[in-house]
């Protein structure tokens, strides 16, 4: 083979590689990078590739039909959620292997697609509507709301600065929920806010790692043992850095953690503040606008399968978990109809689901040596976190089998 092949046979390596890279970046699971690297230069005639890749590490190599063979590695530094990024590279992804650009090509068009600069005041918004309704989904009124939204505007001003810096994941969620729940004491004793617990609760949302949850399960059920089970250790860190993180601004602030005793909002209100609170959420991970009445349907439809089944069986483990497997299969679904990653349906479906409020009550307890109300919530803070887990286990793994038969029928016919 000439050089000039080998170059440019390393090029589109490297190019894949950074594909791979940029897609981990935003969220992807491993096995969709493992795939999307792969695809990408079987599509350009290589005989054999192998990719191992890792939530901060990829490496893949090739060898090409007359035995030459090179390897090409790449280290993530950062990672977040960027459900836009996320679209547009598996969409690139799947336009390579029909086109087969040249590798200067292709990392032309990659600079174009991760140059993109979000909008600010659209972004901002995603940060308000995301706690808006979603205090008010969990019993807050309508001025626990608006001072939640403020303490929304500020996290988002300090998470802009923050973003291009390598901050510890762990020191930052600690950082911010003290700043999140002393802004809320301090609000209410100002008088702009009722109850500091649903503020904080609303606010609390922005930082449960929901993703991590949902990449741990598939990254699993795709035999990616060490990273499924590295997110969800990560997750768990992460709520424990966000429990510490309001207990000491409680602590620092002498006024414990409040316990509200407020009656639940009306059912129909519940489901349109999820579905509210799911587009929110769309807008803060970046969604393009095209998915926001996707998010409003999926956030609306998971709550309202949760109230059904809590209601014929009263089991926050049960109700979560199939509530958990009807966004599993919605987001798989309509990843299929739109030909869009199914994280991009799935990390905003889930929302609704995640034990904030649980999770705060537990802390309350524990601050106020009420252990009754410690176990009490923290049993149900871990049945929803479990529930979450085996509903998206059992949803994905039939899912997959029942679309690959599908598959393998529709080609025999």
Not at 27 to 39: D, H, I, M, P, Y
Request: glycine share 8%; with cysteine; proline share 3%.
């Amino acid at each position: 083979m000439k050089q000039s092949e080998v170059i440019e046979y390393k090029g589109l390596l490297a190019g894949a590689v950074e594909v791979g890279k940029y897609l981990l970046a935003a969220g992807a699971e491993v096995s969709r990078v493992e795939n999307t690297v792969e695809r990408i230069m079987y599509a350009y005639g290589v005989v054999e590739v192998d990719v191992f890749a890792l939530q901060s590490f990829i490496l893949a190599s090739v060898r090409l039909a007359d035995g030459t063979e090179f390897t090409r590695t790449r280290r993530i530094l950062s990672s977040g959620t960027d459900l836009r990024r996320l679209e547009e590279l598996n969409a690139f992804s799947r336009q390579i292997c029909a086109e087969l650009p040249t590798a200067i090509q292709l990392r032309d068009r990659l600079l174009d697609i991760v140059a993109y600069q979000s909008n600010g005041p659209l972004t901002a918004l995603g940060y308000v509507l995301s706690v808006f309704p979603l205090t008010i989904f969990f019993g807050g009124s309508v001025w626990d709301a608006a001072a939640a939204s403020v303490i929304a505007l500020l996290f988002f001003g300090i998470d802009r600065f923050l973003r291009g810096t390598q901050y510890n994941l762990f020191v930052y969620t600690l950082f911010a929920s003290f700043i999140e729940g002393s802004l809320a004491i301090l609000f209410v004793r100002l008088g702009f806010g009722q109850h500091a617990d649903k503020i904080m609760i609303g606010d609390i949302m922005l930082l449960i790692p929901g993703l991590s949850l949902c990449n741990s399960v598939k990254d699993i059920l795709h035999k990616d043992n060490l990273t499924g089970l590295s997110r969800m250790v990560e997750a768990i860190m992460v709520t424990l850095f966000i429990t510490f993180g309001f207990y000491i601004a409680s602590v620092a602030l002498g006024g414990g953690m409040v316990n509200s005793d407020l009656p639940a909002p009306a059912e129909w209100v519940q489901v349109l503040t999820s579905a509210l609170g799911c587009v929110g959420f769309a807008l803060y991970f970046l969604a393009k606008p095209d998915k926001l009445p996707l998010a409003f349907l999926g956030g609306g439809m998971a709550w309202a399968v949760y109230l059904a089944v809590y209601g014929l069986y009263a089991s926050v483990f049960t109700a979560s978990a199939v509530a958990a497997a009807a966004v599993c299969l919605y987001s798989e679904c309509m990843s299929r109809i739109v030909k869009a990653p199914a994280n991009v349906f799935m990390i905003t479906g889930v929302i609704p689901l995640l034990p904030g409020s649980y999770l705060y009550y537990a802390i309350a307890g524990l601050m106020e040596q009420d252990m009754a109300q410690f176990y009490a919530y923290g049993e149900s803070a871990l049945h929803a976190t479990l529930g979450i887990e085996g509903g998206f286990l059992v949803a994905y793994f039939l899912f997959t089998r029942i679309w690959a038969l599908y598959t393998k029928v529709k080609k025999r016919a």
